[in-house]
């Protein structure tokens, strides 16, 4: 019902920039809200930022000032603009589509997700 496609990660050095990339392609029947996660090496994967219901963004604390959700609907790409990098953003990051109604923070909740796009920061 909803693909998700990720592109844009790389290695960038501490303080760089990045911009994520989700192309969103089906949408049909329900509408979803999209999100993005992010899983370091040894570690559970992690809400990173979305979309609420009513339009709104959420962010994780760690990333609050540094990395901003937005999308561009006539391309139907949902983007996460991140600065100010660090080493401990190293993950790969996934974009994945909710239903109305779950939990914007849980990745149980996320129906559709993409392959990942991988994210290092080097120091």
């Known amino acids: 019902q909803v693909q998700l496609v990720e592109s844009g990660g790389g290695l960038v050095q501490a303080g760089g920039s990045l911009r994520l990339s989700c192309a969103v392609s089906?949408?049909?029947?329900?509408?979803?809200?999209v999100g993005w996660f992010r899983q370091a090496p040894r570690k559970e994967r992690e809400f990173v930022a979305a979309?609420?219901?009513?339009?709104?963004?959420s962010y994780v604390d760690s990333v609050k000032g540094r990395f901003t959700i937005s999308r561009d609907n006539a391309k139907n790409t949902v983007y996460l603009q991140m600065n100010s990098l660090n080493p401990e953003d190293t993950a790969v990051y996934y974009c994945?589509?909710?239903?109305?109604?779950?939990?914007?923070?849980?990745?149980?909740?996320?129906?559709?997700w993409g392959q990942g796009t991988q994210v290092t920061v080097s120091s």
């Open positions: 089906g949408r049909t029947g329900t509408n979803y809200y």
């Open positions: 979309f609420s219901w009513n339009g709104g963004t």
């Open positions: 994945a589509a909710r239903p109305w109604g779950r939990r914007l923070d849980k990745s149980q909740g996320y129906d559709y």
